[in-house]
């Protein structure tokens, strides 16, 4: 629904390019895209730290945390899902034009909800991060027990036991960590994302 008495005040605002020079860096957005357990946010924490430790100044968004807070109220249906993704995606397009690289940890099971990510925050300043971990290792890792509850019927919509889950055709960068350690993860990451960071 069109507002009128919106009168957005980008103009008077500094620059992108004023904050990334400012940073010393180009704001990007490192999307991760996995199954529940794949260790999305495992890899994340610890790519965190590397780009710290290398003077870039980042944030970790994580569906958990946002689900508490920003998008508390919306469930798991297709439709909260596409919600919950919109709204995340607005807020890494803010941090990414800040010159901020944000580190979007969320399951975003269909390709749709993770191309209307890719549109929102811009391909440019998009990532694609595929934890293409097995279901079946993710499962034994169940550390919550919601795959055990899917199993029973006792969570619906659980993306991999009863809601679907469409892997990226194209990723940047695709990793499993049941055959990969999470040192060499974060270097495969690192190796795709630094030159776009810091060119």
């Given at each position: 629904?069109?507002?009128?008495?919106?009168?957005?005040?980008?103009?008077?605002?500094?620059?992108?390019?004023?904050?990334?020079?400012?940073?010393?860096?180009h704001g990007l957005t490192l999307w991760f895209?996995?199954?529940?357990?794949?260790?999305?946010?495992?890899?994340?924490?610890?790519?965190?730290?590397?780009?710290?430790?290398?003077?870039?100044?980042?944030?970790?968004?994580?569906?958990?945390?946002?689900?508490?807070?920003?998008?508390?109220?919306?469930?798991?249906?297709?439709?909260?899902?596409?919600?919950n993704i919109r709204r995340v995606a607005e807020?890494?397009?803010?941090?990414?034009q800040t010159g901020i690289v944000t580190l979007?940890?969320?399951?975003?099971?269909?390709?749709?909800?993770?191309?209307?990510?890719?549109?929102?925050?811009?391909?440019?300043?998009?990532?694609?991060?595929?934890?293409?971990?097995?279901?079946?290792?993710?499962?034994?890792?169940?550390?919550?027990?919601?795959?055990?509850?899917?199993?029973?019927?006792?969570?619906?919509?659980?993306?991999?036991?009863?809601?679907?889950?469409?892997?990226?055709?194209?990723?940047?960068?695709?990793?499993?960590?049941?055959?990969?350690?999470?040192?060499?993860?974060?270097?495969?990451?690192?190796?795709?994302?630094?030159?776009?960071?810091?060119?």
């Open positions: 629904m069109e507002n009128n008495n919106i009168y957005p005040i980008f103009s008077k605002m500094q620059s992108r390019e004023d904050k990334e020079k400012l940073l010393g860096q895209t996995g199954l529940s357990g794949s260790g999305k946010s495992t890899v994340a924490i610890a790519l965190e730290k590397a780009l710290s430790e290398k003077g870039i100044f980042c944030r970790i968004i994580d569906g958990d945390n946002v689900r508490c807070g920003l998008n508390a109220g919306l469930g798991f249906s297709p439709e909260d899902r596409k919600e807020v890494c397009r803010l941090f990414t979007a940890t969320f399951i975003s099971p269909v390709r749709g909800l993770r191309e209307k990510a890719r549109e929102i925050i811009g391909a440019d300043d998009f990532m694609e991060i595929y934890v293409s971990t097995p279901l079946e290792e993710c499962e034994t890792r169940d550390v919550k027990g919601l795959y055990a509850k899917a199993r029973r019927g006792e969570i619906k919509e659980f993306t991999g036991v009863s809601a679907p889950f469409e892997p990226p055709l194209a990723p940047d960068v695709d990793i499993d960590t049941s055959r990969l350690g999470v040192e060499e993860c974060v270097e495969r990451i690192l190796d795709a994302a630094l030159p776009r960071i810091k060119p």
